[in-house]
């Protein structure tokens, strides 16, 4: 199994940023290879106890590497961010799943994107994105006021960095759906979307095959309370109030993509 030394995973190397794709020592992806073929012959002579998950095999742990070709460079962004900046910091997200995906399997585990709630890991992808961003973009911070929007706001525009409403900086949202993505109010901000494919919770029970996590359109614009459609709720509802985007922020979104898969 993967070893831990001084908080890293021996035979491992960080991806390359420029190339968009991982880059692993020749041990560990031998070590990835031995557990997929031992995974494989271990399916052909015992039979899998009922609700288990098969989707734990080698080829599934590993994220998919970003397609260094799906970029945009017409992308239009604020703030001084970069593509690169994103780029670098879903980077990041892949190599911390794709960790704590061999480590989690090493105890017989099922992968994170298993373990938790749609909504819980869509909120653990996009709270990644916040964090990370700017720890990669010297012109963006996170905002620390807690639940505020924007998430991210532009430097030295609010005091401490936090406020709990404001109409300069970038929200960010994860969500598995590839359209009518949701917000708790219509708000005129920035707007990145990143959009993912996965396993989830369910397929462990409905038979659904393994696949890798894999980041599919990255998108980014400028929206104002037009651009989103209030739900709201009755005096009797319990339902959280929510407003979703509408056809006219899809189309500023999908226009001013960061990237797709090719």
């Known amino acids: 199994s993967t070893s831990v030394v001084q908080g890293r995973c021996e035979g491992f190397r960080p991806c390359s940023r420029r190339s968009g794709s991982f880059s692993f020592a020749p041990e560990r992806c031998e070590r990835i290879?031995?557990?997929?073929?031992?995974?494989?012959?271990a399916h052909l002579t015992e039979q899998e106890p009922e609700g288990q998950n098969a989707a734990d095999d080698g080829a599934a742990l590993v994220p998919a590497p970003l397609d260094p070709d799906?970029?945009?460079?017409?992308?239009?962004?604020?703030y001084g961010l970069l593509a690169e900046h994103v780029e670098s910091a879903v980077q990041d997200f892949l190599n911390f799943l794709g960790y704590i995906n061999e480590e989690l399997q090493t105890?017989?585990?099922d992968r994170q994107e298993l373990l938790?709630?749609?909504?819980?890991?869509?909120g653990l992808a996009g709270g990644f994105m916040v964090s990370?961003?700017?720890?990669h973009?010297?012109?963006?911070?996170?905002?620390?006021?807690?639940?505020?929007?924007?998430?991210m706001l532009p430097k030295g525009l609010?005091?401490?960095?936090?406020?709990?409403?404001?109409?300069?900086?970038?929200?960010?949202?994860?969500s598995r759906r590839p359209s009518s993505w949701h917000g708790h109010n219509p708000e005129a901000s920035w707007l990145m979307v990143f959009q993912y494919d996965s396993n989830?919770?369910?397929?462990?029970?409905?038979?659904?095959?393994p696949r890798p996590f894999r980041f599919v359109q990255i998108t980014c614009a400028r929206l104002e309370e037009a651009d989103w459609t209030f739900a709201g709720r009755s005096e009797t509802s319990k339902r959280t109030i929510t407003a979703t985007i509408n056809r006219s922020s899809m189309r500023k979104l999908r226009t001013n993509w960061i990237y797709r898969v090719p």
């Open 33 to 41: 290879a031995a557990t997929a073929d031992q995974a494989g012959r």
């Open 70 to 78: 799906g970029f945009n460079p017409d992308v239009i962004l604020p």
């Open 107 to 109: 105890q017989g585990i």
């Open 116 to 122: 938790m709630e749609p909504a819980g890991f869509s």
């Open 132 to 135: 990370g961003i700017p720890k």
């Open 137 to 151: 973009c010297p012109t963006l911070a996170k905002n620390n006021y807690h639940n505020g929007q924007p998430d």
């Open 158 to 174: 609010y005091p401490g960095h936090s406020i709990p409403h404001a109409s300069e900086g970038v929200e960010v949202k994860a």
């Open 200 to 209: 989830k919770a369910a397929d462990l029970v409905s038979g659904v095959e």
